[in-house]
């Protein structure tokens, strides 16, 4: 006999295991035996077999469906065992029960010493029984050989569940942090992003109102830039969202270009020929200068603005230095998610103040093994 098997704590059992754990109660049959066999059996004698019946059929299911009443179940199993046994030696499976239930809600150790117990209970009362021999022997000694049995099989049976219970709390766990980071992920991309965008198009749109009396080639020129920017925008944060947007070094840096000198701020690029980055460091270096340079047109009042890269050994080091006002604020988020960013590659950013604005990212120019 075995038994269906739950973990330690929580409601009852669900409908399956309900059905099942009533064919268990087929073993009380057991108690059948004595008076069949016995011919100087009597009505009492049957009556007390129908009364164990009940009783430990009661026991036990109260056990199985409430788990919280298990402990109260086993020692009533055992204990009730103990007396009917003198009345009818198949109340013995009673201890089978007790086993079976005790190796359900106890540790492995715990539940072994339970079941140790419970055989040690079953050899004291096979002394002490009225029965005669052989009889009393095949009374107590298949019982008391199921009492290992059962109860070691319902151990390993709950351990499996348990542990099968905390994997999938853990998955829940892994699942429900991956989705918070890629949501961190999400928000980030999306303000390096439009943050950057949307300046760039703000400092188009102040150069049309300036020029669309004076100039209205060169502010037809710039419209068409901004319905371009546009447009790249909703490309990127639809690419963006679904977690596919690869961001490409020299064409950030285009861009930069482009961002700073619509702000009247004279870009100067100094690079290394021949750098090797991988993806990752390549995209965090692309965010960086996004962010730099969006800091750079709309907060610094620059006239210069210097975007360095270069590769030092194994490391290379991205030097973005305005001519500016500086300023002495925290980071804001966007500089928060580029250093976070930064540093799950195994690199550094760091910010210097006045005079102007001096940022610079050091990072492994391979992406360091996770």
């Known amino acids: 006999m075995t038994t269906p098997t739950s973990p330690p704590e929580g409601p009852a059992c669900d409908t399956g295991r309900d059905f099942s754990a009533l064919w268990y109660l087929a073993y009380f049959g057991m108690l ?15 009556t007390l077999a129908g009364v164990f019946v009940v009783v430990g059929g009661f026991l036990y299911l109260l056990g199985e469906f409430r788990p919280r009443r298990r402990l109260a179940a086993t020692v009533a199993l055992a204990v ?5 046994v003198f009345f009818n030696t198949g109340a013995a499976v009673y201890f089978v029960y007790a086993a079976a239930l005790a190796g359900t809600f106890q540790p492995r150790a715990r539940a072994q010493r339970w079941i140790l117990g419970l055989a040690g209970a079953l050899v004291v009362l096979a002394l002490f029984s009225p029965v005669p021999l052989p009889y009393r022997i095949l009374s107590f000694a298949f019982p008391l050989l199921f009492v290992w049995i059962v109860g070691s099989q319902v151990i390993v049976d709950a351990e499996r569940e348990r542990e099968s219970t905390r994997l999938r709390i853990d998955n829940a766990r892994i699942e429900r942090l991956a989705t918070l980071g890629e949501r961190e992920r999400i928000a980030r991309d999306l ?16 150069l049309i109102r300036r020029l669309a009396a004076s100039d209205p080639e060169r502010a037809a020129g710039e419209v068409a830039d901004i319905e371009e920017l546009a447009r790249g925008a909703l490309g990127e944060v639809r690419s963006t969202v679904s977690g596919w947007r690869h961001h490409a070094l020299d064409a950030e840096i285009d861009a930069a270009r482009a961002a700073l000198a619509a702000a009247d701020v004279d870009p100067i690029v100094e690079r290394d020929d021949g750098l090797s980055l991988s993806p990752a460091v390549e995209a965090a270096l692309a965010l960086a200068v996004r962010e730099a340079v969006t800091n750079v047109v709309r907060h610094a009042a620059a006239g210069r603005c210097t975007i360095g890269i270069v590769a030092s050994g194994d490391q290379v080091m991205l030097t973005v230095a305005d001519d500016g ?17 930064i540093a799950a590659l195994g690199g550094e950013v760091e910010r210097r103040m006045q005079p102007g604005t001096t940022l610079k990212v050091t990072v492994p120019a391979q992406e360091v093994a996770g």
């Open 32 to 46: 059948a035996f004595q008076p069949a066999f016995d011919p100087t059996a009597t009505v009492v004698d049957w």
């Open 80 to 84: 009730v065992g103990a007396v009917a």
């Open 191 to 206: 303000h390096d992003l439009l943050g950057h965008t949307l300046t760039g198009i703000l400092v188009r749109a102040q």
């Open 325 to 341: 006002v500086g300023t002495t604020a925290p980071d804001g988020s966007g500089l928060a998610g580029m250093r976070e960013r």
